[in-house]
């Protein structure tokens, strides 16, 4: 079917627009990727938002049951057409009123099924064609011999492996990976048929002070006969120092790890990996309900009517905050291992898709201070999301609105988002140890789900190549390296910190994202127009001190000299 032919009603005049308590009447516009509303009285109010952001599309025609919601903004029962919901995976909800009924179910019918196109080479991306420079490549901000050349300089055990050369070993890995370097490639081809979905150990981090490394994987499909691999027990013991012990960091319940054993997956036994310690943490996954706790969780935050008590109990029973905490708990727990004691740890759920990045990519944040810098941020999502597997147009392509539909399933899941949310805990606790602000991580979350980029369009690197992504589509990180735009991403506040940093993960050390989740229902006070002006006055007076105590020093020098 032809764009043409979908789009029926392509303008529409005198189309009420209602967000944020506020109605506006101008023409409404829908071509093939997004709506442009332009208001008449308001030069300057127009509204660009492309089908791939909208969740779900909800009618309401003026002449059903369901119209008791438009009655506080105008009484319409006796006019044909009707309201068009949309409800957004950025969590706006947007209202469009249109008078005339046959333009009003064209324009419904027309967003509801743009909104929900399975082939990403039908979306904005592959026709986008930026107005502005491309100074540089975003999708060549991480590169593995890049990667692999910071590892050499920490150490010599190591090397690229082309044994997944065409996807053959490992849809869902890249081409080249990098592994221990004293295993040949015939011993990976053994463990992936081991591993749950081919994903046999790679490593994910190696730390400069110890060389203590991070390895991820899929499950071992161990079943209940309780199958072993001599190759992957090789694999895994070749990365440890001598004399040193390892930990195996299963981000499931020792009962959900267990039960997987029915469906022939399962876990590291320990009678065939004795040098490794077996540890459960409890971390939800998209076979868990995150989708469902995100909804409740948004469902809490826009709701204006509960009392305090009703709030907090919405709060506390959409689990979300909870789902934090155990992600964050996960990280630290790796990030102990290996910088505490000094172990190797290999990181993994079932697939290895969801949980195993996050944690794996917090720990990485909270050990390695360029991490938390905006091109090594960018570096770590290409590393570990788009390179590792993350199949984002699938868990992205529904949100939060969609869980009590049937249009949501169990692919789809906000694995990301909690993992943004995990990363704004920890700035918020250390806000002077990251280059970047919360504008940065929201942007990157906006993106993630609708984009005119094709950073986070496909699911795995295989797709990529397939589709041709770096040739037809642009890098977000094209557009936010630019000299111009990146500086409203920079954190005034930021002074480079060295350390590895430590988060908290009691309940009252964690926030609700107020500039995420608020955002369309609270009228908050933009704070930081001012914040310039105020790091702009510290910075002066700790310098007048600083020249204070100079002058102060000098002249305790000369007193002392004097005597």
Known sequence: MEFAEIIKTPCID????????????????????YLLFSSRKETNDEI????????????????????????QYKNSYSIPGGQIILK???????????????????????????SNLYDPRLLYPFFYRPNFKLLEDGWQIY??????????????????????????????????????KCIDDSVFVSISKFRCLGRFPVLSYLHKRNKAAILRSGQPMVGLNAKRCKEDEKLINSVLAKGKKGYV??????????????????FELEIHYPLWRRVHHRVTDRQGSLLESLSRFVEACTDKTSSMDKWLNKVENSSWLINVKDVLSCACLIAQCVDKEGSSVLVHGAEGLDSTLQVCCLAQIILEPSMRTIRGFEWLIEKEWTNAGHPFYLRNSKSAFAFNTQQATKEHSPTFLL????????????????????????????????????????NYVKQQKEYNFKSRTVSLWSYINLPSNIA???????????????PSVAPQSLVIWERLFYRWT????????????????????????KNEAEQLRKNLLELVMSE
Not at 526 to 538: A, M, T, V
């Open 143 to 180: 590169t593995l011999e890049e990667e692999f050349r910071e590892i050499k300089m920490i150490s010599n055990d190591w090397r690229i492996s082309n044994v997944n050369k065409d996807f053959l070993v490992c849809p869902t890995y890249p081409e080249k990976v990098i592994v221990p």
């Open 14 to 33: 005198k189309a009420i627009l209602i967000h944020q308590d506020t109605s506006l009447e101008g023409t409404l516009c829908i071509t093939t990727h």
């Open 522 to 545: 609270l009228n908050q006070l933009n704070k930081e127009p001012l914040l310039p002006e105020i790091i702009q006055e510290l910075r002066f007076k700790e310098k007048k001190l």
């Open 419 to 458: 993992f943004l949310d995990c990363v704004h805990q920890i700035y918020k606790q250390f806000p002077n140890s990251f280059e970047f602000n919360e504008k940065f991580l929201i942007t990157i979350f906006e993106h993630s789900y609708s984009s005119q980029y094709g950073t986070f369009l496909y």
């Open 488 to 502: 409203n991403f920079l954190n005034p506040t930021y002074e480079p910190n060295n350390r590895v940093i430590w």
């Open 249 to 266: 960091v299963e981000t499931r319940t020792h009962n959900s790890a267990t039960n997987a054993r029915n469906k022939g997956g399962g």
């Open 88 to 114: 957004c995976k950025d969590f706006r909800q947007i209202i469009i009123q249109i008078n005339n009924n046959q333009e009003f179910l064209n324009a419904a019918n027309s967003i509801e099924y743009l």
């Open 48 to 71: 660009w938002l492309l089908h791939s952001m909208v969740d779900v599309v909800e009618k309401k025609s003026f002449g059903s049951t369901n119209t008791s919601t438009i009655n």
